[in-house]
């Protein structure tokens, strides 16, 4: 877990996986902190880089010091920490208020995402008054002492039925939390509303709702899709309020088909340009691929974009194997047949996190099959760019 300070509060978060792979960011709910991705993120990692943080006053961030919060300023926060990766766009997945703050993403910053997958949430929740109560109970009776009341609001039945610690184990990470800045999140969900906000946006938006959330039913899921122009919407059987938690397996799956989405209809239009050029620039480096376009002139232009629809498009931007896999793939070619992009996609096996180990063995498996000077001249060239070291 790392630690960014931000308008002068700490906030804790975690970035895993590498650089070069797109980033997916997990905006968790009320409550609880971002612990709830721990069943979701490994299946992430082989093909994307993963950001979660906690919500002002949960898990390990520092607690509100009086400001009203708004949801404006916790996108903002999503978005300067969205910054330090260094990734122009996003996938955004957010479930109850972490959908609240994909709401304002898609309001006020849609050129920054890629995707949104918006779970357990609506453009209105509830209502002012049982928001503002909520609010008064934390602050006279204490989180610790409400989250009794709450959790068991959280899960369906089958979740504590094959879990039965489930409610004591999140009632004391509730309980930990700090009331004032619950009791302010509270406040703001009861003030906030999207409503007639969100529409023609173009950003490609999933929803996803659990048929026993007692908290955001059926119902506030089918108007936010209505107020998005007509997002589709998958319901989990069975499942309350937190997917992510209930049905971690179901919920991996349901997120990659979002995921891939921007890839298009490959087999009969093929990628977009657009998309081949993002993912160019997370392999490779933005400041690369900007110093590549920048020197093309009218003889290679057309090549360049070529390479990117084709070369990034179709090829790298493609899941069925991994970036890791590909890299390893495209280091062991160029090493066999000696071209002068090995020193380019060695120093990209690095930022796509290949080992030592790894990059030896794809260097010996060249030695064997394309012939020793080639493994030779690798093997110094990936030293002199810093590998072994």
Known sequence: ??????????????????????????????????????????????????????????GASQAVSGERITSSELAAEALALVDLTGAARFHFVGTSIGGVIGQQLIKAHAERLTSAMLTNTGAVIGNPELWNTRAARVRAEGLSAMAQEIVPRWFGPKAFEANPALKAGWSVQMGRGDDESYAQLCEMLGRETFTGQLSDKGVKVQLLGGSDDLATPLETLQTLAEELGGAPLDVFDGVGHVPSVEAPERFVQALFAVLARDLGDVAHQGVAYATGLETRKQVLGREHVERSTANANSLDAPFQQMITRLAWGELWSNEDLTRRERSMITTGILAALGREELALHLKTAKRIGLSDAELRQVLMHVAIYGGVPAANHAFALAKELGWGE
């Not at 590498?18 to 609880?32: D, I, K, R, S, Y």
């Open 1 to 58: 877990m790392a630690f960014h300070s931000i308008n002068g509060r700490s906030v804790a978060y975690r970035l895993l996986g590498a650089q070069a792979n797109p980033l997916v960011v997990l905006a968790h709910p009320l409550g609880m902190s971002q612990a709830v991705w721990d069943d979701v993120i490994p299946a992430l990692l082989p093909r994307y880089r993963v950001l979660t943080w906690d919500l002002p006053g949960h």
